[in-house]
């Protein structure tokens, strides 16, 4: 028996259709994955499913779930009637969903007492139980904050799942994970399906979206591009720009070539050790860093890796040892690449006032803003929004302008892909390569995804997870790192 | 400003007009109707309105509109001048707090809690046993009362903005203080010290308003909003326009203040 059967759903903005109509069906046991970059409206999709779209958007077609059909964007109470107990919905980012002053087993319970009526006795007794499944037996009396990342998540999907709906629907379930946690939430989602239920995914994730398997929907600038069988639309994608996104996935990007870099050491850390809040992050680590040579750093989140970066650029001092730049630099040799982009710009700025002031203070030559502009294939048009106003790949390659206005030598990249989709992604990493290669540039990209890392980068410097020992400084030309 | 470029939205608009209307009055309204706050005339005592003065007469028979109108120039120039003082001391401390830290930021954290924990109009009346001249007492004490605002304000606003990544960037990128204070703090402290301020002026004149009325503020025979009322209070039987006037007037100022103040979201 089909779960859920959603016909011609479509989204309006006023009279701007920002979703085409689309169809879709989740059998049972048989997961949907609907794949699309940020803005392709794939969110827009399970919020009009689910009846939660903002009040200033429309939605039309019909949603039928077992016998019952309601109208989408018409019956919000009928819809509200169904959260948590036909369709449950596993939030973005999960921990920061859990009260944080109520304990795990409390929040857990209270899904069961209140959505599904449980007296409380009985509600905590299976919130035990239900934790217990997941391997968080112990955690039932701690608060959110005493739980890891990868167990808050777990605690969160408990509570969405208490209310005992047969669909889940996950909205970007491993948003911000490194591959590991991601692996980790797969397996859990696919459990869930265990008993016969339906299971739709909403991703820009290639690999989240290979391992959920099942029917594949992928969209863009809100139409439907391709569907099928995820492991058919892999192996064979149809549509161009299915097999561009496809191409672009990290593990099959083109092996860097190494560029002829002059190999000359622009930075060296010498036996540096690094602690926050007490704790040890990195100790008595030695790399160089060299023109024309990019150095991947990786490892799981909260190992470090942010830290060494502040360390190299001489923001974080050291605990022990000490980092060597070398003697011809000028104080702004070494810059910064943010993971947020919006964060690393004035907000209330228009992006041409700042380049301007940063050309100006470096003395840049006449025309340099448009040469760069042309070079990183950006509209000069961009110049008069601000920072909010521009797409995040656009802004990481202004941002990557904004830098190279300051003539550096050395360019510490803190994870500057991870909040963009698989395109975006390639671009401006391809373009950091070639800066690397006909700059002289030494980089250091910091990226929670080993794939990426491997294939761009010189010498790899790899992280082991949380606490301090450092699994082994293992690269292509072990010579450079240790 | 940006937040003043566009249109202001409504709520802001009608602050604005009335704050114009009271402040044109205070100004102009002397020059249209030429007279003297000061000159008594005891056979006009409580009399209604005139040629020569438009709203009408008080107990003394001095002209309720040349009254007035001083006493509009007099309560909000000494509301902006504390204001004034206040945030810029509050803004350059805060800053300071904020970039500094470590013991400077606590000892004027203490500072600012230990202000907190006086009654403000005490503190004013404490000032203004000290220091000679009443116009200048208030502008001192309330001075004192109003920078810890304007200082918790641009702390707060200053210490996130700084640990931004934004600031760190620009430091990176070899920008100086300055540019970074320009550019990126004080277009989040500025919308933030506009509201603060308009509230201020509002405190201040309220807090002259009431010392005034309880006969500590301002001395007869100067022109000056509470006093004026507490002068008028006995004869709100025989003379209810002449009380409602400065308390009208008052009113008015306040709600202006408090208009142009809020509405941000709006």
């Keep these: 028996m089909t779960l859920l059967h959603a016909t011609d759903i479509a989204v309006f903005d006023g009279t701007n259709r920002l979703l085409d109509p689309v169809s879709v069906t989740l059998e049972p046991g048989e997961p949907l994955v609907i794949l699309g970059e940020t803005g392709s409206g794939k969110s827009l999709l399970a919020q009009a499913i689910m009846g939660t779209l903002p009040e200033n958007l429309r939605a039309e077609g019909q949603v039928r779930l077992g016998n019952r059909s309601l109208r989408a964007g018409a019956d919000r109470a009928a819809f509200r009637k169904l959260w948590g107990r036909e369709i449950a919905v596993l939030p973005q980012e999960p921990w920061l969903s859990l009260d944080p002053l109520m304990r795990a087993g409390a929040q857990v319970a209270e899904a069961h007492r209140l959505v599904r009526g449980l007296a409380p006795a009985q509600a905590r007794m299976q919130a035990g139980n239900d934790l217990a499944a997941f391997g968080l037996g112990a955690a039932v009396a701690r608060y959110p904050h005493e739980l890891s990342g990868g167990m808050a998540q777990r605690v969160a999907i408990a509570a969405a799942r208490a209310g005992g709906a047969p669909i889940v629907i996950a909205d970007e379930p491993t948003k911000g994970l490194d591959a590991a946690r991601r692996n980790d939430v797969a397996a859990l989602l696919l459990g869930e399906l265990g008993q016969g239920g339906g299971l739709m995914v909403i991703t820009h994730d290639l690999a989240l979206a290979r391992m959920i398997g099942g029917r594949l929907i992928v969209l863009r600038e809100g139409t439907v591009i391709e569907t099928g069988l995820t492991e058919q639309v892999f192996a064979d994608p149809k549509a161009a720009y299915t097999r561009d996104l496809i191409a672009a996935d990290p593990e099959h990007l083109p092996a860097r070539k190494t560029g002829a870099g002059t190999g000359e050491t622009v930075l060296r850390a010498q036996g540096l050790t690094l602690s926050r809040r007490g704790q040890v992050l990195v100790e008595g680590l030695d790399l160089t860093l060299q023109t024309g040579r990019i150095l991947g750093i990786t490892g799981p989140s909260g190992c470090g890796k942010s830290s060494l970066g502040d360390a190299l650029l001489g923001l974080l001092p050291p605990d022990a040892g000490q980092v060597i730049r070398a003697p011809y630099l000028p104080p702004t040799a070494c810059q910064k690449l943010y993971q947020d982009p919006v964060a690393a710009f004035a907000r209330k700025r228009s992006l041409g006032q700042t380049l301007t002031d940063v050309a100006r203070l470096h003395r840049a030559p006449a025309g340099r803003i448009e040469t760069l502009l042309a070079r990183l294939r950006l509209d000069p048009a961009l110049l008069a929004r601000r920072p909010g106003a521009v797409s995040g790949g656009e802004l990481q390659r202004l941002a990557l302008l904004r830098a190279m206005l300051a003539q550096p030598r050395m360019l510490f990249a803190d994870e500057p892909t991870s909040r963009l989709d698989p395109i975006t992604q390639r671009d401006v990493i391809t373009m950091l390569a070639d800066l690397a290669r006909d700059e002289g540039l030494s980089i250091a990209l910091v990226s929670h995804d080993a794939a990426l890392i491997d294939k761009v980068s010189d010498d790899v410097q790899r992280f082991a997870a949380q606490g301090s020992d450092i699994a082994a400084a293992m690269g292509r030309d072990k010579a450079m790192v240790a | ?266």
């Design chain 2, 1 to 266: 400003m940006t937040t003043f470029s566009n249109t202001l939205p409504p709520g802001r608009a009608i602050g604005a007009v009335v704050l114009a209307l009271m402040l044109g009055f205070a100004l102009v309204g002397p020059l249209l109707v030429p007279g003297d706050p000061f000159a008594q005339s005891l056979m006009k005592s409580l009399a209604g309105p005139d040629s020569g003065a438009p709203f009408g007469y008080d107990h003394l028979g001095r002209s309720l509109w040349h009254r007035l109108a001083h006493a509009l120039r007099l309560s909000p120039a000494i509301a902006l001048a504390a204001v004034v003082t206040a945030g810029a001391a509050g803004l350059v401390l805060g800053t300071l707090a904020a970039a500094r830290g470590g013991w400077v930021e606590r000892l004027l954290m203490i500072l600012a809690d230990a202000l907190m924990a006086l009654p403000g109009l005490l503190l004013v009346l404490i000032v203004l046993a000290i220091m000679p001249g009443t116009a200048m007492g208030f502008w001192a004490g309330l001075s004192l009362v109003l920078w810890v605002e304007f200082f918790r304000l641009t702390r707060a606003a200053t210490r996130s903005t700084l640990a931004s990544p934004a600031v760190q960037a620009a430091r990176l990128l070899g920008f100086r203080w300055p540019y970074v204070f320009r550019t990126h703090l004080w277009p989040e402290i500025a919308p933030l010290m506009l509201t603060a301020a308009a509230f201020g002026t509002a405190t201040a004149i309220m807090g002259i308003a009431a010392l005034g009325f309880v006969s500590v503020g301002m001395r007869a025979p100067t022109p000056e909003l509470g006093l004026m009322m507490v002068e008028l209070l006995p004869y709100w039987r025989e003379a209810p326009m002449a009380l409602l006037t400065p308390v009208l007037a008052t009113f008015a100022l306040l709600l202006g203040l408090t208009l142009l103040a809020g509405g941000q979201k709006a």
